[in-house]
Structures are given as C-alpha cells and as structure tokens.
C-alpha cells in the first residue's frame, strides 16, 4: 500500500465516522392516556410517557432534549421539553468536547423515560375530540407518535339529550 492509498482510505473511514456519529442511533416509543369525563368546557388529564433512550436537558450547560407534546384536534396545545425534572433512568454527564477550552463546558445527559401529565382544557361545540402525543426526537433519538385517541363528548345535565341531538 503507498501512501496517496493509505491517506485515501483514512481519509474515506474518517467520512465514515462522521457520517455516522451525525445520525440518531436511539428509537423511542411514545404511550399516552386520558382521564377525566370529555365534558366541553373542561379539562382532562393527559398523561405521556416516553421510553428508549433519549436526550434530556440539566441545567445550566446540557445539551438540550427533544420535546413532548400534546395535540387536540390536530394543533399542538402543550410541549414540554424532556428534562431532569420529568426523567428518570438519568445517566451520567457526557462531556460535548469543545477545542476553543481546556475542560468541559457541556454536557450530554440521556434518560430511559419521561413522564408528564398535564390538563388539557375541552372546547366547546365539538363533535369529537381526538387527542394525540409525540416525543420531537432529539440530536441521539428518533421522534415517535403515539396512536391518536378520539373521545366524545359528554354533556351532563338536562340539556344534553337536546345538544347531543344538536351537535349529531
């Protein structure tokens, strides 16, 4: 082997590696559930958990984490960033090498699950509410969808024979 062929070939597995290190390596799975009765005008509890490893942001110099997020009739009504204060399974610090300094000034941190739960308010004068949840994906994991839920609406008192008859 000369040398323009040895220099080719670690200049071809150098491509190679970064070219590699560049692409997400972690799969995520993202789960959700609702609770509360589907009554207009008020609020059900969202509860997602997502699963697989994945980056979660820690104050004050981490890299950040992908976000969470909750969707009602196909808009995003809440995100959230995964971070220490709703992960577990933290592993330890990463160093981010940074050839400007001597030491470290940031840190990778991953998880092995978030879990978040937050109320999300119902309009009113809806046939249906279909509810879905995501996890963004991040620099180290692939994004994931939950399967969407559809709930309909439940109207209490009197009325609600007459607005189910309405909104049908």
């Known amino acids: 082997m000369n040398h323009a062929t040895s220099l080719r070939t670690g200049l071809c597995a150098l491509l ?4 590699t290190t ?15 009765k589907p009554v207009p ?18 104050p004050p110099t981490a890299v950040r984490g992908g976000n969470v997020q909750i969707t009602l009739n196909g808009e995003i009504v ?12 933290i ?3 990463q160093c981010i090498p940074d050839p ?6 940031t840190y990778k941190y991953t998880a092995t699950q978030t879990d978040v739960t937050f109320p999300v308010t119902l309009p009113k004068g809806v ?6 949840a995501r996890y963004t994906g991040d620099s180290d994991s692939h994004s994931s969808d939950a399967a969407p839920q559809t709930l309909t609406p439940v109207h209490p008192g009197a009325m609600a024979g007459i607005i189910d008859a309405v909104l049908d």
Do not use: M, P, W
């Open 41 to 58: 005008g008020r609020q059900v509890n969202v509860h997602v958990v997502v699963t697989g490893k994945h980056l979660v942001f820690v």
């Open 22 to 36: 560049a692409s997400a390596d972690s799969t995520t799975g993202t789960s959700f559930s609702v609770t509360g």
């Open 78 to 89: 809440l995100s959230v960033e995964a971070d220490a204060h709703n992960s577990t399974g």
């Open 16 to 19: 190679l590696v970064v070219a």
């Open 100 to 105: 400007s300094f001597t030491y470290c000034i």
């Open 127 to 132: 046939a249906t509410y279909t509810i879905g």
């Open 91 to 93: 592993g330890s610090a």
